[in-house]
């Protein structure tokens, strides 16, 4: 039997770069965090060949003394803990000392560096984990780290490494995080010796911006919560701009990057019913909350994270989000990261402040600085008096039959008596919804999605706000607002019915007939009452009052199909979003149908006042917006 020995140090340190570096981007993120926790404030990073050949980075920050330098280059030497206690409430992104040993171990490493206020720089060099001695050199304040032929004396790993171009990817993608989460900090980088990303100081929403994109930050909703020592901020995209992968979702924990199941699973929950389940949000979003309720000494890259009170953390985040998303009602528009931004700056170097530098309300799309009162101009011909009297002579009868359908009907919350709902398009508000365009509210300006004009081939509602043009996808959002009246209702009590005058017979096979046999009464509570007529038929005798003018049959069937598979409570419980999405999609007013003014008027009136109604149920637009700008630009005005 072969005896137990003690590996050499250097075998040892070359065994722990294996977890620690495991590619020119582990290293990269190593010296940045070293950096950072140095207190720079300007940091500039030179890479070769994706960082196989290269991985230079210089900063202004304290520095290192003469005598401290080889025991930088030691393994579990460091400067950011002392006992058990500290390990515990890790404030700072290194603490493990093992990040230099590592990478000096399969590299070649030159470390120099000029603490404040001394009077000459110095310089140590390790090769193969050799130290050389420590010998004067020229540099201002701070510190440079060197690195050359990554993994140079063990060809077995670099062979593992990728081309060029995915390597120099990675070190991007590392250099972007770091920087997403220290605006504060001024970040250059160079490939090949050129300029790739020069950040200057800056507030939080535009370095975020800055990283992320114009079209993120124009679709970027401002999220801030708090709830006694947790804080949440960052910005999130709304669920219209999706991708198809996860590259542009960044969640930090105290300022450090991080990908954990417990945030995830909290995110997509907040997003799952308004974003479809092939696609994948978009965010920026900085967690803070006090060391010690946080383990970040999990794994050797430091990745990963384990919370004391995973639960708390998963329902705070959650909540701050889906109260984020039920605020895009539509007519109002997101804080816009690359508009005119607030330079509130957070209160240290990384974001883990207790204030969010993101804040920023909402406003309505088209609501002006100040209150303006638009009225008609008239038209200076003379056939404008012809052309009124005409559309009068056309359509008066249609508007005074509108005006008197709008008077008489009752409110969505309030059906009439016996239960019957006249219209699927109830005024959410007291506004007269037949009112035409030179009608305005009582504030002086019109709503934020204005007048119905028209109905475009029974599938658009075109109307005009302040701005200009509004398109609304009719189907997209009163599927929307059915699919959240039908929540609030479920959530309270039980959706109220809306009894037929004739029973709807079916032909229904015999799991059909047996779930309602079983169910038949709890199915009630969605709204729902059928009944057995026979071995194979079945009769609907009442369907949600919301949904009273979609196909009854269908709206039965679909209902009975997710009972069926999965019980009535785990229906009404767990997949209760994705069963009322499913009669929402059924109810909702199909195209080619077509509507009065009044009733496009009220759709637009109970978009505004319907949350998440900027998207379907399915991450869909439900609007778009064409400025007058938009539109002089399509007829070249102006030019």
Known sequence: MSKIRRLPDHLVNQIAAGEVVERPA??????????LDAGATKIAVDLAQGGIKLIRVSDDGCGIAKDELALALDRHATSKIRD????ESVGTLGFRGEGLASIASVSRLTLISRQRGAAHAHRIVAIDGALHPVEPAAHAEGSTVEVVDLYFNTPARRKF???EATEYAHCAATFERIALAHPLVEFILRHNGKVVARLPKQSAPERVAAILGKDFASAALAVEAEAGPLALFGLVASPTYSKASRDAQYFFVNGRFVRDKTAQHAIRQAFRDVLHHERHPCYALFLSLPPEGVDVNVHPTKIEVRFRESQAIHQFVFHALNKTLAATTAGSTPSAAGAPLETAQAGSANLAAPSSPFAAA????????ARTLYQQTPLPLSVAREAVAGYAALFGGVREEEAALAAARPTLAEPAAGGFAPS?????????????????DTDGALPPLGFALAQLHGVYILAQNVDGLILVDMHAAHERIVYERLKTALETDAIPMQPLLLPVAMSADRMEVATVDEHGEGMKRLGLELAVLSPTQLAIRAVPVWLKDGDAVELARAVLKDVREVGLSRALTERRNELLATMACHGA???NRQLTLAEMNALLRDMEATERSNQCNHGRPTWVRLTMKDLDGLFLRGR
């Open 424 to 440: 699927p398009f109830p005024p959410a508000s007291s506004a007269n919804p037949s009112a035409g365009l030179d009608k305005l």
């Open 362 to 369: 909402p406003s309505p799309v088209g609501a002006p600085a």
């Open 589 to 591: 007013v199909r195209a």
């Open 161 to 163: 490494l990728k081309s």
């Open 26 to 35: 582990s290293a990269l993120k190593e010296i940045l965090e070293n950096s």
């Open 84 to 87: 058990l206690s500290d390990l």
